[in-house]
């Protein structure tokens, strides 16, 4: 007994739509994370050198104001300091070179008269300048030192000092308006990834339903699905391809059905037959002999049905042969051959004007099939003292790429085929006339093989009426050449 497979379900850790949340997640995550440090890094670099700017323009004056040639005094330091107006900052100290404290504008603790002990003062003395910013306690707190110099003599050092915490708050209320914003894109791009996660599972979801109502054989099912990206073409492809199933399904079971019909004939004639001998205790021998005949001709008439069959399957299932150039011309001949005890006895006669150099790709087996079909149906459904004429010639094609063509012409002046059937005549086991057609010992799958096996080699076939009776099958082939692979 079948088993089901195993419909296998998607939990929600592995489903697209955590995979889209999650990654859209991830992606918004790390863009508020940017948003919320690279401005906030590129503000305070550019406060800090705002304020190295400006402490060392005020510390240039400063020095270039005191140096000279008297050593530095406190009551001279303040005096100049008083008179060039130094403001804009929280402490101002200057040193002698000894690192004494001459000037302090500190209130809180105040240095005046004691060594400095800083250690941006003690590397101004050095002679190099200093200067030190940092973003603490919310407020920007800046030093900056530099050495008072007159010809190369360090006289003493100024150090600066200042505290904002306005520029602190300004940077604060930046971060926090940066904050709000990204919590509102952080929701907003949430809501917006989980609307279209769902859109998009839900479209693949509807694929996937489709595909299941196919898989238990509803092959007429359609998926509908508007839009016109890759998913939208993807159900259109869905439902081209069910189309496809739905049409070949319908083949299979109008030809199994035939098929059954065609083998229950005969099957259903010989049980019948053998069944009255059976039980008839007194049957002569001349009818038991005409039953067995019967019989006989019963089982072979089911020995063509499958050996058709057989050919239709092997057209449909077999895997490519190797390809020979053929020429068409001895192929026909030997069917005209094998089909002269036919025509002769149902008084037909065959007019033929084969052409040389009709040579095809193909196998000899499979133009054998063709050629002798046509003909064969040719004479059967013929008329008494008619004519089967058989044409071999080769044609330029209708455009350049199909170069020369190799024809095969059937034509018959028998009753013809009537209009309404000739698109039906190569669909298997369709009978233009049943009962003629047993009789005939048709099995109504000749025409189906020689479709099949023209269109297997790259050939058509065209059927059509003939003027003034009769019935004209034509069959195309490209042309080998001698240069051709």
């Given at each position: 007994?079948?088993?089901?497979?195993?419909?296998?379900?998607?939990?929600?850790?592995h489903?697209?739509?955590?995979?889209?949340?999650?990654?859209?997640?991830?992606?918004?995550?790390?863009?508020v994370?940017?948003?919320?440090?690279?401005?906030?890094?590129?503000?305070?670099?550019?406060?800090?050198?705002?304020?190295?700017?400006?402490?060392?323009?005020?510390?240039?004056?400063?020095?270039?104001?005191?140096?000279?040639?008297?050593?530095?005094?406190?009551?001279?330091?303040?005096?100049?300091?008083?008179?060039?107006?130094?403001?804009?900052?929280?402490?101002?100290?200057?040193?002698?070179?000894?690192?004494?404290?001459?000037?302090?504008?500190?209130?809180?603790?105040n240095?005046?008269?004691?060594?400095?002990?800083?250690?941006?003062?003690?590397?101004?003395?050095?002679?190099?300048?200093?200067?030190?910013?940092?973003?603490?306690?919310?407020?920007?707190?800046?030093?900056?030192?530099?050495?008072?110099?007159?010809?190369?003599?360090?006289?003493?050092?100024?150090?600066?000092?200042?505290?904002?915490?306005?520029?602190?708050?300004?940077?604060?209320?930046?971060?926090?308006?940066?904050?709000?914003?990204?919590?509102?894109?952080?929701?907003?791009?949430?809501?917006?990834?989980?609307?279209?996660?769902?859109?998009?599972?839900?479209?693949?979801?509807?694929?996937l339903?489709?595909?299941?109502?196919?898989?238990?054989?509803?092959?007429?099912?359609?998926?509908?699905?508007?839009?016109?990206?890759?998913?939208?073409?993807?159900?259109?492809?869905?439902?081209?391809?069910t189309?496809?199933?739905?049409?070949?399904?319908?083949?299979?079971?109008?030809?199994?059905?035939?098929?059954?019909?065609?083998?229950k004939?005969?099957?259903?004639?010989?049980?019948?037959?053998?069944?009255?001998?059976?039980?008839?205790?007194?049957?002569?021998?001349?009818?038991?002999?005409?039953?067995?005949?019967?019989?006989?001709?019963?089982?072979?008439?089911?020995?063509?049905?499958?050996?058709?069959?057989?050919?239709?399957?092997?057209?449909?299932?077999?895997?490519?042969?190797?390809?020979?150039?053929?020429?068409?011309?001895?192929?026909?001949?030997?069917?005209?051959?094998?089909?002269?005890?036919?025509?002769?006895?149902?008084?037909?006669?065959?007019?033929?004007?084969?052409?040389n150099?009709?040579?095809?790709?193909?196998?000899?087996?499979?133009l054998?099939?063709?050629?002798?079909?046509?003909m064969?149906?040719?004479?059967?459904?013929?008329?008494?003292?008619?004519?089967?004429?058989?044409?071999?010639?080769?044609?330029?094609?209708?455009?350049?790429?199909?170069?020369?063509?190799?024809?095969?012409?059937?034509?018959?002046?028998?009753?013809?085929?009537?209009?309404a059937?000739?698109?039906?005549?190569?669909?298997?086991?369709?009978?233009?006339?049943?009962?003629?057609?047993?009789?005939?010992g048709?099995?109504?799958?000749?025409?189906?093989?020689?479709?099949?096996?023209?269109?297997?080699?790259?050939?058509?076939?065209?059927?059509?009426?003939?003027?003034p009776?009769?019935t004209?099958?034509?069959?195309?082939?490209p042309?080998?050449?001698?240069?051709?692979?």
């Open positions: 007994m079948a088993h089901a497979p195993h419909r296998r379900g998607v939990s929600v850790r489903s697209l739509q955590t995979k889209f949340i999650l990654s859209y997640g991830l992606l918004i995550l790390g863009l994370l940017f948003l919320n440090t690279y401005p906030i890094i590129i503000s305070q670099d550019m406060v800090f050198q705002s304020k190295k700017d400006s402490l060392w323009r005020q510390a240039d004056i400063i020095t270039s104001t005191l140096a000279g040639s008297e050593p530095l005094t406190a009551e001279g330091v303040e005096a100049t300091l008083t008179k060039l107006g130094v403001t804009g900052v929280d402490r101002l100290m200057v040193t002698g070179p000894d690192g004494l404290v001459l000037y302090d504008t500190s209130e809180v603790d240095a005046r008269g004691k060594y400095a002990l800083l250690r941006e003062v003690v590397t101004a003395l050095d002679g190099k300048d200093v200067f030190r910013s940092e973003y603490r306690e919310q407020s920007f707190r800046s030093r900056a030192a530099a050495p008072i110099l007159y010809r190369g003599m360090t006289q003493g050092a100024v150090y600066l000092y200042e505290c904002d915490e306005e520029q602190a708050q300004l940077l604060m209320d930046f971060q926090e308006n940066l904050m709000r914003i990204s919590v509102i894109v952080c929701v907003a791009a949430l809501l917006f990834s989980v609307l279209l996660s769902k859109a998009l599972t839900r479209r693949v979801g509807v694929l339903q489709g595909i299941r109502t196919v898989r238990e054989g509803e092959y007429s099912y359609r998926v509908s699905m508007g839009g016109g990206d890759e998913l939208t073409r993807l159900a259109d492809e869905f439902n081209e391809l189309g496809r199933l739905q049409t070949t399904e319908e083949v299979r079971r109008r030809f199994v059905s035939d098929a059954s019909h065609e083998l004939t005969p099957l259903a004639s010989i049980r019948l037959l053998s069944d009255s001998i059976l039980h008839s205790e007194h049957m002569d021998s001349e009818t038991t002999r005409e039953f067995v005949t019967d019989i006989g001709n019963e089982a072979e008439r089911l020995t063509r049905i499958t050996e058709k069959l057989l050919t239709l399957t092997r057209l449909d299932t077999a895997p490519p042969v190797e390809l020979t150039p053929v020429d068409v011309k001895a192929v026909v001949l030997r069917a005209q051959r094998m089909l002269l005890p036919l025509a002769q006895k149902s008084e037909v006669t065959f007019q033929m004007d084969l052409g150099g009709c040579v095809v790709l193909a196998t000899e087996d499979d054998s099939q063709i050629a002798f079909n046509l064969e149906n040719a004479v059967k459904y013929n008329l008494p003292g008619g004519t089967v004429m058989v044409s071999l010639f080769r044609r330029r094609g209708r455009t350049q790429e199909q170069g020369d063509l190799v024809v095969l012409k059937v034509e018959d002046t028998g009753v013809g085929i009537p209009e059937d000739l698109p039906k005549i190569f669909d298997r086991f369709y009978r233009v006339d049943k009962a003629r057609s047993r009789a005939a048709g099995t109504g799958l000749g025409l189906s093989i020689v479709r099949d096996t023209a269109k297997q080699h790259g050939g058509t076939v065209e059927v059509r009426r003939r003027t009776e009769g004209c099958f034509e069959v195309t082939f042309c080998w050449k001698e240069e051709q692979p």
